[in-house]
């Protein structure tokens, strides 16, 4: 019974991942309400002497999509109250592209293909056309 329920899970991920790249992007206009940082120090950081690694949020108004991560470069160059334009999935509201005055600030690139390649194994895991070794736990064909 929790092998059929982990499938269906598999399965509903996997098919919404897909669903999420078939559709169109969603492209708006809104403004950067603010900034924010967060340090994940977890215990691998710990373990070898490095710090943790900091991600880093736009927030933003006007707009179906509430914020976005973005990497440092675009953190430092958006100001609060600059006007964007936000191009995000319909489903997960991911953002994939984010330009102020048609420049690009910060774009995603192949996040179709990555999230149809992940899309594609989690349904494969649900068919069973691939499935987990329980000796070993490697993942191998059925």
């Known amino acids: 019974m929790f092998k059929l329920l982990i499938r269906c899970l598999f399965m509903i991920a996997g098919v919404a991942l897909l669903s999420d790249?078939?559709?169109p992007v969603r492209?708006?206009?809104?403004r950067v309400d603010q900034h924010t940082s967060h340090v994940n120090d977890g215990?691998?950081?710990h373990?070898?002497?490095r710090s943790?690694?900091?991600?880093?949020?736009?927030?933003?108004v006007g707009g179906e999509v509430a914020s976005c991560s973005v990497g440092y470069a675009?953190?430092?160059r958006l100001k609060d109250g600059d006007a964007?334009?936000?191009?995000s999935t319909r489903l997960f509201r991911h953002c994939v592209r984010v330009t102020r005055d048609e420049e690009v600030v910060e774009a995603t690139r192949h996040?179709?293909?990555i999230a149809w390649a992940i899309g594609g194994v989690l349904i494969a895991l649900a068919i069973g056309w691939l499935r987990a070794d329980d000796e070993d736990g490697s993942i191998g064909l059925a």
């Open 111 to 113: 996040w179709r293909w």
């Open 74 to 76: 675009a953190y430092q």
């Open 52 to 60: 943790g690694d900091t991600s880093y949020t736009l927030h933003l």
């Open 84 to 87: 964007i334009r936000v191009q």
């Open 43 to 45: 215990e691998s950081a």
């Open 21 to 23: 790249t078939a559709l």
């Open 27 to 30: 492209d708006e206009a809104v």
């Open 47 to 49: 373990h070898d002497n």
